[in-house]
Each structure stands twice: as C-alpha cells, then as structure tokens.
C-alpha cells in the first residue's frame, strides 16, 4: 500500500492500513507525513482563527479578565493597575499567538514518539509481544490524520461559533466555556474526533501486538483516561491552593 | 469483500467530505459581527456615603517633648518607659555642683555690693556734713570760695557713688536670681500627668541645655487618654474634608475592629519633606481625627480612616464600573441632546477627565495627540444595554462611594445598565455595537465569593 493511500484508507478502514503498516518494514514516511500535515493544517487554522475580529474580542476578553483577576488580588494604585493591563495585554496576545504556532509544531512531531513509547511498552509489559519502537511510532502517526481531520473541523466550529473553545464535543451545548472551570474542561474530553483517534490508535496497537480490538482499546482509552482527568484534576488542585 | 470495503470507503469519505464542506460553508456564509460580552445592572435608588480614604498614626492629643534648660549630667532619673507619672512629680535631676557655685558666687557678689552700698551711704553723709558746713562759713566770709567748690564737689562725688553701688547691688541681686534659677532648672519635674510614651536618655548621660541650641530630648510625656489620628490627605480630597465630620478608623493592632472618630483639625498648610522633590510627591495635608473609643492605643499606631465627606440618600446610582469617559463626537446637533453628546470613537479617548472632579475608576483609554485633547474634553459616559447593542448616554455623575456614582442627569430608574468588564466598558464599548450578556470567564465565582465577603 503506498503512503497516500494508507493516508486516505486510514479514515475508511484503520484496519487494513495497521495490517499494512505491521507486516511491512520499516518506514518513516508513515510518521512524518502526517506530522507535516498536521502542522500545516494548525498553522493555517491558526491564521484563520486569529484573523477574525470576533476571535481576537474573545482572545482579549479573556486575556484582560486574567489581568483583572491577578490586579485584583494584589493591592495596586489605578496608574500601576493601568501599566500592568497595557503590558500584560500586549505580551498575552503575543504569547497566545506564538504558542498557537509554535505548539503543534512540537506536538506533531512529539505525540507520535510519546503515545508510540506508550503502545510498545504496553505491547511488551502488558500484552507481552515484541515488536519495533518505530513500528508503534508509525502507528500513532499514521492515526494522526484524524487529528489532521479534528483540528479542521474544530478550527471551523470556531469560524462558524465565534467561540475559541469550540470542538466536536459537548462544549458546543456551554454558552460560556470557561477554562478554569473542572467540569467545562470534563466536557472537552466529550470530542468524538478524539475518541476515533484513540480508536484507531487502539487497532494499531490490537494489529501489531496481536490481540483483540477490545483489549487494546480498554488500555488506549484507560490510560488517556487516567492522563486527561488527571490533568483536570491537577488544574483544580491548583486552583483551589493559589485561592487560599 | 473488496466491493464492500470500497462502498465504505466511498461512505466514509462522502460523509466526511459533506460534512466538512458543510461547515465550511457555514463558516463562509455566516456574517462574522463583533459581539462584546458584557455584564450589567440595573440603574437603582440608593443611599450614598462619599468617603475619603487615608492612612496615618495614632498620635495623643497631648504630647509634651521634655528638654533640659541646663546642661549637665542627669544623676536622677526615676522614671520608666510607659510608666504613669503625675503632675510635678521629679522626672529627671542634672548635677548641681557646678550651678550650686555658681549660686553661692553670685551671692557673695550681692552681699558685697551691699557692703560696697553702705560705703558709699556714709561717704555721702560725711560729704554732706561737710559741704553744709563750707556753705554757712562761706556765706560768713570765714571760707573762701575754693573751699566752698572743693566741699560742694565732694558732696555730688558721694552722691553719684551712692547711686553706682544701689545699682550695683540691684545687678548684684539679679545675677543671683538667675543663678538659683539656674540651679532650680537642674530639677526637671513633670508638667502634666500622663505617661512616660517614650524615654531617650539614660542615667549618667550628659545632656545640653536648650537655652542657646536644639537641647537633647530626654523624653516624651503623653495622656494616652485621648488619642488622635494624624492622617495625610492629597490636596484633590482635602478640600472636601471639614472639621466635625464622621469618620471610621481601622488600626492595623486591632484586626477586625472599627472605631469611630470626629475631623477635629485641618493643616492650612502642606506637608513637605526636605528630602523629596516637590515636583514628583504629591501634596499632601495633614488632617487630625478625635477618636472617641478608648482603647489601649500606643502612639504611632498605623491607621486607616474613611472620612464620611458627603451623603445622599434615594439617589439614582449605577455603579462604579459602568461609567467611563468619551470624547464627544466633533459636530454637535442642536436639538436633540442624545446624539448631540455621543461620543466618538473610544480608540482616540484621552484617559483623564474634567481636572478638580473625582475620575471614574474605570477610565484607561489612550491618549490622543495633543491638538485633539486642547480641542474637546471628554466626557462622562455610561453604555445601556438596548436589545443586544449598546447605546452610549452622556452622563452628570455626583458623589460615589466603594461600589456606586450617583447619577445626577441622563439615566432614569430601572434601565440596564452595562457595568463590565473592565475592558468592555473602559474601551471596546462604542454607541452601536453588538453586545451578549455572559459572566466574564473565572469571574463568576469569585463574584459571588466577593459578595458573601461583603455581606458579612
């Protein structure tokens, strides 16, 4: 099978393509091709984004609520408070942007490395089989087409939404998404682009470990499971002592 | 199976393919406006209490610096810090040694111009015999004239010596008062009953006399029974302060408490500190608070005191986030007093408004370049929330407290008036625009934490 078409059948029929991928050796294309597109497809979403005056409001508002909230708990005169809200509103929005380009390029190369050594050791500890790094990492960056295809379609919900939190998940039903709010962020793990993507994950990781689709699935969705709610908890954590 | 598993291929790509053209379309088609999210109130009656908020020391009302009149070495000093003294009690004594001799100089200098007086009172009756006695014998023709001259001489001699050593004795008398002045000034008693608030020097010190020079402070003495705040008032504020008016104190030793006090006394002139530039420190006056509850207050307590200024009750009041300043738009229409007064654009707002009234908090719009601003002053604005845009009405803002302005014309009871956030009002805020309704993002808990805060 040649590398568009894993590409394109991954969609249609995950399966196939791991078959593929695990019978055939080694090749890097497999990984890094999606992770260029991937990176493309952020940067232009970005673009797009922060080019409407709508996103840009939304972006501002929330980064002056920041600033009103970190002015607010320190005792500060008008004129200090002015300086601050200048200075944080100018380097917030510079920072948001640099980090709207700047992350996926490290993600889409990083992900595939990190869930790859994720899939091989639960290949090798858990499901006892042995099979390639590599051939994981090619697993996991063939899967991310359908990041490729989530952060499209999330990129024009928020087009279509105005709304910077929007995505294919429950969080379409909030009027107001807020970030620091635990059960705001539960609902973003409700993206169904998401779950496929560790849908197919899971079925790389049945085909090169040869076990049932079941299996492998209960360990991909339990351990990112455990990360993501970890993470949300983590964030309540902090903000329950930062309150104090 | 190779059939089948093109027809789910063709399923799946059609249904992404529709799928993702779908929204794209929508996000194409869709008319892309600004919606500014805001939170408002509604306009209310309330009761206002303007205050003036600023910090300074507990002081006593009475305060009495102790100084020395003599120098010397203090050899008594039966007093201790914070102790309780009473009027006339010995507080401090200096040696005497050297004043006591002094003392008994000028009185052996006193008693021998007495001597020296007594000398002189007989010289003068001897003169005085004898010039009457060449006066008879010269009006015989038994003396000649020159006898007459000589005893006539002798007799104004005496006399003018008699006069020198009174005035002798009478310097002689004063230099003794002084001096058993000087020795009664080596015993220093207390001048008022009070306490000891604060003790600089020690026993065996040599401390210097305040007669000629700045002497040594050896200590203070205060009636801690009425205490005062000495608070300093920015020259804006300082003009609406006036003796008799309420004010709550907070001092930082007494956590959770309040105390009362009166505005007892206003400084006519301003503080400044021989160290600071002028220029770059504001002017600040001092204002003296009577504080009516007695408490065990020590002098240079820090304090914080709200000056109750001014008071309205059933007032009109939005509050204190929704007004802020916009230049008025350039061309006015005569007539119609709501668009007459909009206002332009917030990106050319200058950030401060009319000098000698107090600015709404939320005014931080940029400056524009300086041949606008000499042109048109801004003004005070509040935007009112109108379906889902906001209408910006010019406003006469009165007195304001912590949370509330009182509106004096513009505004009528029970419109919606948009009060946040900060930045929506302060500046994306302009008459037209889109606005929804939604709690800022992390604020609405922290509001409700705030106002359980401020209920108790």
């Known amino acids: 099978m040649s590398l568009p078409s894993r590409l394109f059948n991954l969609f249609a029929t995950p399966g196939e393509v791991m078959d593929d991928v695990a019978r055939s050796g080694p090749a890097a294309g497999n990984w890094v091709a999606p992770a260029l597109l991937l990176i493309l497809v952020s940067w232009v979403g970005a673009w797009l984004v922060f080019s409407q005056p709508a996103i840009q409001q939304q972006l501002s508002e929330i980064t002056s609520q920041a600033i009103e909230k970190q002015i607010a708990g320190q005792k500060m005169s008008e004129q200090q408070a002015e300086q601050v809200r200048n200075a944080a509103e100018k380097w917030g929005l510079i920072g948001a942007k640099v980090s709207a380009y700047a992350a996926p390029a490290a993600l889409a190369f990083a992900v595939p490395f990190l869930w790859g050594l994720v899939l091989w050791l639960m290949g090798r500890n858990v499901f006892k089989r042995d099979f390639p790094f590599m051939k994981a990492v090619e697993v996991v960056g063939l899967a991310a087409m359908i990041d490729v295809l989530e952060t499209i379609v999330r990129t024009l919900l928020i087009l279509v939404t105005g709304n910077l939190f929007a995505s294919p998940s429950l969080v379409l039903l909030l009027r107001n998404y807020d970030p620091q709010n635990p059960v705001h962020n539960l609902l973003a793990l409700t993206n169904v682009l998401v779950w496929w993507l560790l849908a197919v994950r899971a079925v790389g990781l049945a085909r090169l470990a040869a076990v049932s689709f079941a299996r492998a699935a209960a360990w991909v969705f339990g351990i990112w499971l455990l990360y993501s709610t970890s993470m949300v908890g983590l964030g309540f954590a902090m903000q329950a002592l930062f309150k104090r | ?456």
């Not at chain 2, 006591?100 to 001897?126: V, W």
């Not at chain 2, 005085?128 to 023709?141: H, I, K, P, S, V």
């Open chain 2, 1 to 456: 199976m190779a059939k089948s598993k093109t027809g789910r291929k063709i399923l799946v790509f059609s249904i992404l393919v529709l799928g993702v053209g779908a929204l794209a379309a929508v996000a194409i088609l869709k008319k892309r406006e600004v919606v500014i999210t805001v939170q408002t109130e509604k306009v209310a009656r309330r009761n206002l209490t303007e205050v003036v908020v600023a910090n300074g020391k507990i002081q006593p009302v009475v305060q009495v610096k102790i100084s020395p009149e003599v120098s010397g070495e203090i050899i008594e000093l039966p007093v201790k810090e914070g102790q309780q003294v009473a009027k006339g009690q010995l507080i401090v004594k200096i040696k005497p040694d050297f004043y006591i001799a002094n003392r008994n100089q000028a009185e052996a200098a006193y008693k021998s111009s007495l001597a020296s007086r007594a000398t002189a009172e007989a010289n003068l009756q001897k003169a005085n015999a004898e010039f009457r006695r060449a006066t008879e014998l010269f009006q015989q023709n038994l003396v000649s004239a020159s006898v007459y001259d000589e005893a006539k001489a002798a007799h104004a001699v005496a006399s003018a010596q008699l006069t020198n050593s009174t005035h002798q004795v009478e310097m002689a008398r004063a230099s003794l008062a002084s001096a058993e002045e000087q020795l009664a000034k080596t015993t220093i008693v207390a001048p008022l009953s009070g306490t000891v608030s604060k003790l600089n020097s020690q026993l065996g010190e040599r401390v210097l006399g305040t007669v000629q020079n700045v002497g040594t402070e050896i200590m203070t003495i205060a009636d801690l029974g009425e205490m005062e705040a000495r608070v300093e008032i920015g020259e804006i504020d300082v003009v609406l302060i006036a003796p008799g008016q309420n004010v709550q104190l907070e001092v930082d030793a007494f956590k959770n408490r309040k105390f009362t006090g009166t505005v007892t006394e206003i400084a006519n002139s301003s503080k400044t500190s021989p160290y600071s530039s002028s220029q770059q420190e504001a002017t600040k006056f001092e204002v003296k608070i009577r504080i009516k509850e007695k408490e065990a207050f020590r002098p240079g307590m820090s304090v914080t005191a709200e000056i109750e200024t001014r008071s309205r009750t059933n007032v009109l009041c939005v509050p204190i986030a929704s007004v802020t300043t916009r230049l008025p738009k350039p061309k006015e229409t005569k007539g119609n007093p709501s668009t007459a007064t909009n206002a332009s654009s917030s990106h050319t707002n200058p950030a401060a408004p009319n000098p000698g009234t107090p600015s709404p908090s939320t005014n931080s719009s940029p400056r524009p370049d300086k041949k606008n601003r000499d042109a048109v002053k801004p003004i005070e604005v509040v935007f009112l929330k109108q379906g889902d845009v906001a209408k910006m009405v010019p406003v006469k803002i009165g007195i304001s407290d912590d949370d509330y302005w009182e509106i004096l014309e513009g505004l009528e009871e029970g419109q919606e008036v948009i009060s946040g956030g900060y930045r929506a009002v302060s500046r994306d805020l302009e008459d037209g625009k889109r606005v929804r309704l939604g709690p800022p993002t992390g604020e609405k808990t922290e509001g409700k934490e705030a106002a359980e805060d401020k209920r108790k």
